[in-house]
């Protein structure tokens, strides 16, 4: 094949692949939210006049074939394979797995994300409570910390992270839970644990003994209202904290939940 048939040929392939690609982008079913990104995901933007003048229309469209690209999941685990299977690459985007376990990246400590909460616990103190409440805090230890060392990646020092909380958070007791936790406490492939694993901790953080009930058929075991208590206390304070200012830190992927979870609970 001459030099021009060559050239003539890729050129018509190439045609093909951005009509094919065009027409799925067009007629492809589009979904509403993402199952793997657990996120809403873009929305085709209003085409007006504004819109245009202003940029919205063009900047929300891009956004939007993005978020609706044919293939686009299975173009994205093709991409996350590759970069730890053979690149040799240590994390996909801040997120690694270990011994089947999915963990997120936390490194360096964020002294400056801690002084934010530090300083919204505060604003909740001074505003509803007073020195009659007894006040309690605690840092959740993300799963890295009990991944990172075994599987060779960095990590913050999450004793520092506690001292630094106890310090900054003078009005509460702080209870460290870290030595009652470990890797299985938490979910292979989420940021949170498991409440039938923690009944010491709930002891712990708690008065009085917890009696862990079994539920029933696919729902695992579950605590009594003790630990329900802490749990409605720590959403309390993310909506708060969400009303009276701007989130402690950038938003994450689910999987990447400085992912401490400090929860103030008053007595």
Same mark, same amino acid.
């Given at each position: 094949?001459?030099?021009?048939?060559?050239?003539?040929?890729?050129?018509?392939?190439?045609g093909?692949? *951005?009509? $094919?690609?065009?027409?799925?982008?067009? &007629? @492809?079913?589009? !979904?509403?939210?993402?199952? =793997?990104?657990?996120?809403?995901?873009?929305?085709?933007?209003?085409?007006t006049?504004?819109?245009?003048?202003?940029?919205?229309?063009?900047?929300?469209?891009?956004?939007?074939?993005?978020?609706?690209?044919?293939?686009?999941?299975?173009?994205?685990?093709?991409?996350?394979?590759?970069?730890?299977g053979?690149?040799?690459?240590?994390?996909n985007?801040g997120?690694?797995?270990?011994?089947?376990?999915?963990?997120?990246?936390?490194?360096?400590?964020?002294?400056?994300?801690?002084?934010?909460?530090?300083?919204?616990?505060?604003?909740?103190?001074?505003?509803?409570?007073?020195?009659?409440?007894?006040?309690? *805090?605690? $840092?959740?230890?993300?799963?890295?910390? &009990? @991944?990172?060392? !075994?599987?060779?990646?960095? =990590?913050?020092?999450?004793?520092?992270?506690?001292?630094?909380?106890?310090?900054?958070?003078?009005?509460?007791?702080?209870?460290?839970?870290?030595?009652?936790?470990?890797?299985?406490?938490?979910?292979?492939?989420?940021?949170?644990?498991?409440?039938?694993?923690?009944?010491d901790?709930?002891?712990?953080?708690?008065?009085?003994?917890?009696?862990?009930r079994?539920?029933?058929?696919?729902?695992?075991?579950?605590?009594?209202?003790?630990?329900?208590?802490?749990?409605?206390?720590?959403?309390?304070?993310?909506?708060?904290?969400?009303?009276?200012?701007?989130?402690?830190?950038?938003?994450?992927?689910?999987?990447?939940?400085?992912?401490?979870?400090?929860?103030?609970?008053?007595?």
């Amino acid at each position: 094949m001459d030099s021009k048939k060559k050239n003539l040929t890729v050129c018509i392939l190439f045609g093909l692949l *951005l009509a $094919v690609a065009f027409l799925a982008c067009l &007629f @492809l079913p589009k !979904e509403a939210t993402s199952d =793997s990104e657990r996120r809403k995901l873009a929305a085709m933007p209003a085409f007006t006049l504004d819109t245009v003048l202003s940029g919205r229309f063009m900047s929300g469209f891009e956004t939007y074939t993005q978020d609706h690209f044919p293939f686009r999941d299975q173009f994205r685990t093709l991409k996350a394979l590759s970069a730890t299977g053979l690149f040799h690459r240590q994390d996909n985007n801040g997120i690694y797995v270990s011994d089947g376990f999915a963990a997120a990246v936390e490194y360096p400590l964020n002294e400056s994300s801690l002084d934010r909460a530090a300083g919204r616990f505060q604003y909740l103190y001074d505003k509803y409570l007073n020195g009659s409440n007894r006040v309690f *805090l605690s $840092v959740i230890p993300d799963k890295n910390c &009990f @991944l990172a060392r !075994e599987s060779g990646h960095l =990590s913050m020092d999450y004793a520092q992270l506690e001292s630094l909380m106890a310090q900054k958070v003078g009005f509460a007791d702080y209870i460290s839970i870290s030595d009652l936790l470990e890797r299985d406490d938490y979910y292979r492939t989420d940021t949170h644990w498991r409440q039938e694993r923690i009944t010491d901790v709930a002891g712990r953080v708690g008065p009085g003994p917890v009696r862990d009930r079994a539920a029933g058929p696919g729902h695992g075991g579950h605590l009594d209202s003790k630990l329900r208590r802490v749990c409605v206390g720590a959403g309390l304070l993310r909506r708060l904290l969400r009303t009276i200012g701007p989130p402690l830190g950038p938003r994450v992927h689910p999987l990447s939940h400085q992912r401490c979870h400090p929860g103030l609970h008053g007595v």
